[in-house]
């Protein structure tokens, strides 16, 4: 079961999100203000995925999207921005950012249950990855070769 950091001002709206991932049979973390993501971000280290308004009492949305971005253990995570309308400009900054995909309010739920599963499905995928460790020798391959696939 993987975790979702769902960060959302509206209650009704948060606890749909929250319905959402639990239909895909994970565990959403739900936060209603920036304060209580970075609380959250630091008591779970574990987060595989974040649904983000940009929004939120405490923090100007970009700067929050920014400090959850560049924690290390939130590198992998991919982060979803369902809000306001933005410009062009403001959201290739928030691609630059961090941000993986945006959705404008109110997205379409199976939109969203699409982009989480898809968010949560490349989540696992690098966790098969030490991406701390070294990379192996070339000859210590799975049949002595290299360790990148063949064609």
Not at 80 to 108: C, N, Y
């Amino acid at each position: 079961m993987q975790k979702v950091l769902i960060a959302e001002k509206d209650p009704e709206t948060r606890e749909h999100y929250a319905s959402l991932v639990k239909a895909l049979g994970h565990r959403p973390l739900v936060c209603e203000d920036a304060i209580a993501v970075l609380d959250c971000a630091s008591a779970h280290p574990e987060i595989d995925a974040i649904v983000m308004d940009l929004d939120l009492p405490g923090a100007w949305g970009e700067q929050l999207l920014e400090v959850l971005s560049g924690l290390d253990h939130l590198a992998q995570a991919p982060i979803i921005v369902v809000s306001a309308p933005r410009s062009r400009t403001e959201l290739m900054r928030l691609l630059v950012m961090g941000m993986h995909q945006w959705f404008e309010k109110p997205p379409e739920s199976e939109e969203l249950m699409g982009a989480i599963r898809t968010c949560l499905e490349r989540s696992a995928a690098l966790d098969i990855f030490d991406v701390d460790g070294p990379m192996p020798a070339a000859n210590q391959g799975a049949e002595g070769g290299s360790w990148l696939m063949h064609a």
